[in-house]
């Protein structure tokens, strides 16, 4: 029997001696060289979780709403009328670091396919990026790369990228940071989940052909970058994003005939990831042939065949007797293989050429054994908080912030990406705090935004991810929308060290203490680990990229930021305190060493109820949330947005005495919105508000004129709203432009 | 000074896919009949003016212009850089 | 009056199109894969946007070689209406039902935003209804867009009129600055010698409903409107 | 049958410009130190593998295949058909 072997196999395992150790002892026997890949594959930290399943476990995770929690290719939440949403977001960064523009491009097309597993139509992507600084050569060209590669494959495949973030600081210069999410919308009667439930179901392989290109792509993203990798080619898969439109299409329409009983879509871990995780959650065994797998190269070994990751793939089980399926399969022109079917044993039975290559009991693939991680708080984090240098133009401090990178606008990005498409979206990018895109045929719609913000993250992990979840909550309810479900995606250094695996558990307990508090589950997530450089042994800023989900119960509550007509009031809503730490003031400033705002999960409660509330009584005309750069910034943004001018006096704004007029304006607190009225209904909103036990106050009003912030006695700002305009939306293309 | 001209050619290497050669293969060049085509790669192409005392400076500068600019990215591109001769 | 809505692998706004003449125009229409596609049934004639063929060689080239689009052919020259819209103006283009090219966006990026367009003739089948000098809101979207024809190609489009629609800026003037492209003369969409044949690189049906509209109209279905007859 | 390796190489005509030669130029300039550089035309590439008796079929098939399937547009666009070599 002539089998092809791959010599370097053995030697490429990445397996602990421990783990090869519990392998040999749960399989009962040695596991031969097919087996021990795949057992590698499965037990690497991206597809096995192992150093993040206990904690995540911690998340609070069930809510009225919520459908299909963690565990499944996406999340799915009940938005009414049997219409439901899934969600679920992904990292792609080792890929792009090192080929952004395909790295980026696959990390779309991976994250389509979880929705699409699901029987949802994808209707929406978001991109949450992080790089270092783009006066480096080397992260512009990440930069306009991943950016073209987002864009060239969502636009291609109708999917209007609709929302996101960028953030640039200098721990992202060589290991920057691309996750990306997709939303779809489907019907709660016909959801399937990738499980394979029925045994006599037969597997069909459809999509792509299979080549060499990606063995061992899983076990790369589970390593630190090095030297090396540089060389690691077949590493970065090619985006095709024609193909994949075929495969959303085909895959829709093949269920919609309900033969198909379950999708599951083949990334890190190629076909092996695929059989064991929906034959293990069905309780069911698979049994393929592997010659029948369609290939685009000669002599593929087993090894290859079952680890390969080449792109556009995807698995369906199908009822027997599913013609109708392979003709909807070839009308669209796609390559399909019959490769086995579903069994009651077990076990993953795989054959070639007449011979039994694998058997592996599946629930010995997807659940790893839990390696010890420990936990230590590292020195440097808590610096001492030190005081903020004040900038004594005011005016010119405004412009100076509204062009950092930070907080420029990313129009540069969003113009790139088809936002339109689908002909849902009503808040564009840009619009508002958060995209929304309507549910089309009913009066709803649902908003969405990815956030995050590392310098908080950094300082203090816990109170960071908590203000990440608190800032994506107020996104939606910004726009008018009740934030329902969240997923996740963790970016962190390598979890062996323990500063690093602490910043994850501090995370982690953060962002459970403020989603129980906003009574928001979380329905899923990724985690990507190994975020650093070798080179310089500089782990990126922690950072989690929070998706929230708002619905929006009726589309005459949509509210965008944009000031809508001079003699409007602007309200304040929350109390401004002294917190500059991690500002972008004090990165302005030359100071970056204090502690971020507080995160109180009872103050943003309230505030975001007495949001809703307001915006359903039909007293806002506009508004937004406070974050970067604070009050001024939020500020200046609704103006340039309106084209409109404001007044707004210091001394109306709550806030200590000691406060210096720099600290009041740039604070970045959290907990608070702006947000106008007509004269009509100010004294309402603030009653409203107020009687629910939060700080508001008119602070000022808008104009046809200049961008005012005065004193009683002195004006502190004045700025034509075309000089601020100018300052926000010159800065990034100006950037990107120097060589 | 002489000027040479020059051809940078970039495509995906041999081992990487090439979803638009493949794409024009299947779709245009077999369905339109010319069955004799066996097999198409795209790529894109340059061709450059350089002035150089010789064929081996104007390949150098092109190199060094080809890496500068990153016009391509060898974790997943082959680039060709070929002197077609003296321009007059 | 019963349209088509040609469907080619990869089109990706045939669904929209769909909705806005079923929902919006109530209209019959179908969705039809583009082998399945049979002129004679149909009165007149959608090419929606997307990247067919995933746009690989040019925009439009490996679609206008579709046995559909010589059941497109057959209709234009019946005098069918017949309107490509992006991708669908590309393959129109690439087909030779009209003429000069679109390649690729001078800035060299795709560019998604709301244009102004002015309508610079209603003698064609989709303008009948819609003033001379009109201007309409409309997205793009689009990385293949910009206009381009030889001198006397150009002379010969704007001396019969088959300009329809120029990007103007907020004066209603073709300007660079209002030109998204690079297209020559700011052109934004043209029609054949007959004037039943339209293509055009904004989204009329992403702007036929205001709550997609920044300006709260449906300046978009003034064009759609057309295919009711 | 002998299998020969053609390229087709689609570039601009003049009247309808080159923003990409023109944007990689600019660069150049900015970067400095590459004025060796004269002039840069960007275009599209394709390598196919064509089954043919001899080079002058090759060539001849892939002629009349670029002429019959548009791979180019005349109105805006040079096409130039290299027969490289047969391949083993
Ligand atoms: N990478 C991106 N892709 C798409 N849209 C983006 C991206 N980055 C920012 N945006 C859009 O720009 C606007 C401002 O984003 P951001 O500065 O993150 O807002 P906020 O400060 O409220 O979090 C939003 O509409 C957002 O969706
Ligand atoms: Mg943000």
């Not at chain 1, 089309?440 to 960071?464: E, H, Q, T």
Request: hydrophobic letters at 40%; a neutral charge; aromatic letters at 6%.
């Amino acid at each position: 029997m002539n089998i092809p072997r791959l010599e370097a196999t053995r030697l490429k395992v990445n397996l602990t001696f421990d783990e090869l150790i519990e392998a040999r002892k749960r399989l009962g026997r040695e596991p031969n060289e097919v087996e021990l890949g795949m057992i590698d594959v499965m037990w690497s930290e991206h597809c096995s979780y192992k150093s993040s399943r206990r904690l995540l476990q911690k998340l609070p995770k069930s809510g009225k709403r919520v459908i299909v929690g963690p565990g499944y290719d996406s999340g799915v939440v009940d938005i009414g009328d049997g219409d439901v949403i899934a969600f679920k977001i992904e990292s792609h960064n080792h890929p792009s670091a090192i080929e952004p523009y395909n790295g980026a491009a696959t990390g779309i097309g991976g994250i389509i396919r979880d929705i699409l597993c699901m029987n949802c139509r994808p209707i929406g992507l978001l991109d949450s990026l992080r790089f270092g600084s783009l006066d480096s050569g080397h992260s512009r060209w990440l930069f306009n790369n991943v950016v073209r590669g987002i864009a060239d494959y969502g636009n291609c495949t109708g999917i209007p990228t609709v929302s996101g973030e960028i953030e640039f600081d200098e721990s992202f210069e060589t290991n920057c940071i691309v996750n990306v999410a997709c939303i779809g919308q489907g019907r709660a009667e016909t959801l399937t989940l990738g499980r394979m439930d029925n045994p006599g179901d037969i597997i069909v392989l459809v999509g792509g052909a299979t080549g060499r290109d990606g063995v061992h792509g899983v076990t790369f993203a589970s390593r630190v970058i090095t030297e090396e990798s540089e060389l690691d080619r077949p590493a970065v898969q090619i985006g095709d994003p024609f193909t994949k439109k075929l495969v959303i299409e085909a895959t829709l329409e093949a269920l919609r005939t309900g033969k198909v009983t379950a999708v599951k879509d083949l990334g890190g871990g190629g076909l092996t990831c695929a059989l064991s995780e929906m034959s293990s959650k069905g309780g069911t065994g698979v049994q393929v042939d592997l010659e029948k797998i369609h290939v685009r190269e000669e002599g593929m070994s087993p090894y290859e065949l079952l680890l390969s990751e080449s792109q556009e793939r995807i698995l369906f089980t199908v009822a027997p007797e599913g013609e109708e399926v392979f003709k909807i399969l070839r009308k669209w022109g796609l390559a399909y293989s019959v490769i086995g079917k579903v069994t009651a044993s077990g076990r993953i039975v795989a054959k070639f050429r007449g011979e039994v290559v694998v058997d592996i009991p599946s629930e010995l693939l997807t659940n790893s054994p839990i390696p010890r991680r420990i936990a230590r708080r590292p020195k440097t984090t808590r610096e001492k908080r030190a005081k903020a240098q004040s900038m004594s133009d005011l005016s010119q401090a405004l412009c100076n912030l509204l062009s950092m990178p930070n907080i420029a606008c990313k129009e540069y990005v969003y113009r790139q990406y088809d936002h339109e498409v689908g002909v849902r979206t009503i808040l564009k990018p840009g619009d508002a705090d958060a995209a929304v895109l309507r549910v089309i045929g009913a009066d709803k719609a649902v908003a969405v935004k990815v956030d995050c913000n590392s310098s908080y993250c950094f300082l203090d992990p816990y109170n960071g991810h908590a203000l990440a979840v608190a800032e994506a909550a107020r996104n939606v309810v910004a726009t008018g929308a009740v934030p329902i479900a969240m997923t996740d995606c963790c970016n962190f250094g390598n979890p062996e060290k323990p500063e690093v695996y602490w910043q994850f558990k501090e995370a982690i307990d953060g962002m459970g203490y403020m989603l129980r508090g906003l009574n928001i589950p979380c329905v899923g997530g990724n985690v990507s680990f190994y975020n650093e450089d070798e080179r310089t042994g500089r782990a990126v800023k922690p950072s989690t990229a929070i998706v929230m989900l708002g619905l929006i119960e009726r589309l005459n509550l949509v509210t965008s930021m944009a000031l809508k007509r001079a003699g409007e009031s602007i309200v304040l809503i929350g109390k401004t305190f002294r917190e500059l730490g991690g500002s972008q003031y004090s990165r302005l400033t030359g100071n970056q060493h204090s502690n971020p705002p507080r995160a109180v999960a009872s103050r943003e409660r309230s505030s975001i109820r007495a949001v809703i509330e307001a915006i359903r009584g039909g007293y806002v005309t506009a508004a937004h949330d406070c974050s970067e750069g604070g009050l001024a910034v939020a500020l200046a943004e609704m103006a340039i947005k309106g084209n409109l001018g404001l007044t707004v006096d210091l001394g109306a704004i709550p806030h200590k005495a000691s406060m210096k007029p720099d600290e009041v304006l740039f604070s970045e607190s959290s907990a608070r919105f702006i947000l106008t009225t007509t004269e009509e209904h100010a004294g309402k909103l603030l009653s409203l508000v107020r009687g629910r036990g939060v700080a508001a106050a008119k602070i000022g009003e808008v104009s046809t004129l200049d961008f005012k912030v005065v004193t009683e006695n002195e004006t502190l700002i004045c700025c034509p709203i075309e000089r601020l305009r100018n300052a926000w939306q010159t800065a990034i293309p100006e950037l990107v432009k120097v060589n | 000074m002489p000027i040479f001209t020059v051809e940078v050619i970039i495509e995906n290497k041999k081992m990487a896919r090439d979803p638009e050669g493949e794409t024009i293969a299947r779709e245009l060049v077999s369905r339109g009949g010319f069955s004799e085509v066996k097999s198409i790669r795209a790529g894109k192409y340059l061709r450059l003016h350089v002035q150089a005392t010789d064929s081996e400076e104007a390949e150098r500068i092109v190199n060094k212009m080809s890496n500068t600019l990153r016009l391509f990215n060898p974790v997943v591109h082959n680039c060709t850089i070929r002197v077609r001769g003296e321009t007059e | 009056m019963k349209t088509a809505v040609v469907r080619f692998p990869g089109s990706n706004c045939d669904l929209d199109v769909f909705h806005v003449l079923k929902d919006v125009l109530k209209l019959e229409a179908d969705l039809v894969w583009h082998r399945d596609f049979a002129g004679e049934e149909y009165d007149s004639v959608v090419l929606p946007g997307g990247f067919s063929y995933g746009d690989y060689l040019r925009a439009g080239t490996i679609a206008a070689h579709s046995p559909a689009m010589e059941q497109v052919r057959v209709m234009a020259k019946e005098g069918k209406p017949v309107i490509g819209i992006c991708n669908g103006f590309q393959i129109l283009i690439e087909s030779g039902l009209l003429p000069g090219a679109l390649l690729r966006n001078e800035c060299l990026a795709f560019v998604c935003k709301w244009v102004k367009v002015r309508v610079e003739t209603s003698d064609t089948v989709f303008t009948r209804a819609i003033q001379k000098g009109a201007v309409l809101d409309m997205p793009i979207a689009h990385a293949e867009g910009r206009y381009v024809n030889d001198p006397e190609g150009l002379k010969e489009l704007d001396e019969n009129g088959q300009v329809v629609f120029r990007y103007v800026n907020n004066q209603s003037v073709p300007s660079e600055d209002s030109n998204p492209n690079g297209s020559m003369d700011c052109v934004a969409g043209i029609c054949n010698e007959d004037r039943n044949v339209v293509g055009l690189m904004p989204h009329p049906e992403r702007a036929s409903e205001p709550i997609l509209s920044p300006f709260s109209n449906s300046d978009g279905l003034r064009i759609l409107a057309a295919l009711r007859g």
